[in-house]
C-alpha cells in the first residue's frame, strides 16, 4: 500500500453520509501530507507561467486520486472537474481557484528547513498555501464523490502567473475554464488575521490596478536657449508634479484613485536640453468605474500639459486587474460555512477586512461568475512578529492549510449553491 493509499484509508471513517467530524476527520487524515506537499512547493518556487514542477506534482498527485486533470495550453496549470454520479449535463459548477506562482524575491527564511532553494525566488505571498489547500479540497471531496455524498459538481482551478500582467486568470478563461462555472471562490493568505480565522467583506476587498509608461519627446538643444526648442526635463517635472493630484479633482474622490509615480527618467548631460523623457507609475482605484474611466481621463490631462510645453506624448498604458469585488450570497455562505465548522467560545471565526490597495487577477473570474475571495488567517496566536505579503521573510502557521479545506469541503457539500 503507497502512502496516497493509507492516507485515503486513514480518512476514510465509513461509508454513510458524512458528517461534521466525518469531514474533519477526512481533513485530518491528508493534513500530514499535505503540509509535506507545501514544504515541497516552498523549497522549489517557479515564477509565473514557468511552473511545470508544480504543475506536474499536481497533476501525479490527481491522477493517484483518480481524478482526470486538463493541463492549460500553456502547459502549466490545470482544471479539475469532480462530478457527482447522475450529474446533469450543463448543470452549473461551483469552483474553487488556487494561484500556483511564486515571486522573484530571496527567500529571507534562512534557518527554516522548507526554505526556497532558489536564489532569488520565493513563495513569499502564501500561494503555496493556496495551492496546497485547493488540493486537499480535491482529494476530500473526490472521495466524497466515491461514497456518493457530493451532490452537486465541482471544479478545482489551479492556475498560473497571478504575479505577472496580464495575470493568469485570463489563460484561464481563455481556455474555457469558467465554462460552466455558477459561482467560484477563494482565499487568500493574510499575516494580519489569526489562524482560525477568515477575514470577509461584501463589495471591493482589493483594487484595480494598472501600470503606464508616459514618454515625451522633442527636438532637444542647447540649455541657453530653451525657447527655441521644447524644454522635456520642465515638462515631464510639471506632468510628474500636476498629474496625480489633477487625476484625483477628475475623477469622484469616492472611487479612491491613486496615481503614483515609481521611476522618472531623462537627459544625460547638465548643458543639453534632451530629446526624450519618460515617467513610469501605477494607477490604483478603490472602484470599478473609476478603474473604467481613468484612461480617458489621463490623456485628457496628458494632452493639455503637453500642449503647454509644446512636447510631444505617447502614453503605454497597460490594464491591469480591475478589483475584486465579492458578491454578498457568496460572502453570506463563506461566512456561514466558517462559523458552523470553527465558531467556539475563543471568540469570532470571521471578521470584516479592509479594502486592500493590493491588485488580484481573481477579479477576471468575476467577471463571469458571481463569487468571494477571503482572507485566510496565517498568523500564529501568539506571535507578535509583524510580517508582510511580498517580504522574505513571510510564512504562515500551516495549521491553517486544514482550515482552508475544511471550510472549502464544506462549501462544497453543505453550504455552497450556485
Request: glycine share 10%; with cysteine; proline share 6%.
Amino acid at each position: 500500500m503507497n502512502p496516497h493509499q493509507r492516507a485515503e484509508q486513514a480518512a476514510r471513517p465509513g461509508t454513510r453520509s458524512a458528517t461534521r467530524s466525518d469531514l474533519r476527520a477526512r481533513v485530518r487524515g491528508y493534513e500530514a501530507e499535505l503540509i509535506a506537499f507545501r514544504r515541497d512547493l516552498h523549497r522549489h518556487p517557479e515564477l509565473g507561467r514557468q511552473e511545470f514542477r508544480t504543475t506536474r506534482l499536481l497533476r501525479e498527485r490527481m491522477l493517484a486520486a483518480g481524478l482526470t486533470p486538463k493541463i492549460l495550453p500553456g502547459g502549466t496549470g490545470m482544471t479539475v472537474d469532480i462530478l457527482p454520479p447522475g450529474h446533469r449535463a450543463g448543470a452549473p459548477l461551483l469552483a474553487f481557484r488556487a494561484d500556483i506562482d511564486a515571486l522573484p524575491i530571496d527567500d529571507a527564511k534562512t534557518e527554516a528547513p522548507y526554505r526556497s532553494t532558489v536564489p532569488g525566488r520565493a513563495h513569499a505571498c502564501g500561494h503555496d498555501v493556496h495551492t496546497t489547500v485547493v488540493l486537499g479540497t480535491a482529494l476530500v471531496l473526490a472521495q466524497a464523490a466515491e461514497a456518493g455524498e457530493l451532490r452537486q459538481g465541482v471544479r478545482l482551478v489551479f492556475q498560473p502567473a497571478e504575479e505577472v500582467m496580464p495575470g493568469g486568470a485570463l489563460d484561464v478563461i481563455a481556455a474555457g475554464g469558467m465554462e460552466g462555472v455558477g459561482r467560484i471562490y477563494a482565499v487568500h493568505c493574510d499575516p494580519k488575521v489569526a489562524v482560525g480565522r477568515i477575514g470577509l467583506k461584501t463589495g471591493a476587498i482589493t483594487s484595480a490596478c494598472d501600470q503606464l509608461v508616459l514618454s515625451l519627446d522633442g527636438p532637444g538643444g542647447h540649455t541657453a536657449r530653451p525657447h527655441l526648442t521644447t524644454d522635456l526635463v520642465t515638462a515631464i517635472a510639471r506632468m510628474a508634479a500636476d498629474l496625480p493630484p489633477a487625476l484625483a479633482r477628475r475623477m469622484d474622490p469616492r472611487w479612491g484613485v491613486s496615481l503614483v509615480w515609481g521611476r522618472i527618467a531623462s537627459g544625460s548631460a547638465s548643458n543639453v536640453i534632451p530629446q526624450h523623457a519618460e515617467l513610469a507609475g501605477t494607477v490604483r482605484c478603490l472602484e470599478l468605474d473609476g478603474w473604467r474611466e481613468a484612461p480617458e481621463a489621463l490623456h485628457e490631462l496628458i494632452a493639455r500639459i503637453a500642449e503647454t510645453h509644446r512636447a510631444k506624448w505617447t502614453l503605454d498604458y497597460h490594464r491591469g486587474v480591475p478589483p475584486v469585488v465579492n458578491e454578498r450570497v457568496t460572502v453570506e455562505q463563506l461566512e456561514a460555512a466558517m462559523t458552523a465548522r470553527f465558531a467556539s467560545g475563543d471568540g469570532p471565526v470571521v471578521e470584516t477586512t479592509e479594502q486592500s490597495l493590493g491588485g488580484e487577477d481573481f477579479s477576471w473570474y468575476l467577471e463571469k461568475a458571481p463569487g468571494a475571495l477571503a482572507r485566510l488567517g496565517v498568523r500564529a496566536p501568539h506571535d507578535t512578529t509583524v510580517r508582510d505579503l511580498h517580504q522574505g521573510r513571510f510564512d504562515v502557521d500551516e495549521r491553517a492549510i486544514g482550515i482552508g479545506v475544511e471550510l472549502f469541503c464544506s462549501l462544497a457539500l453543505e453550504h455552497g449553491r450556485v
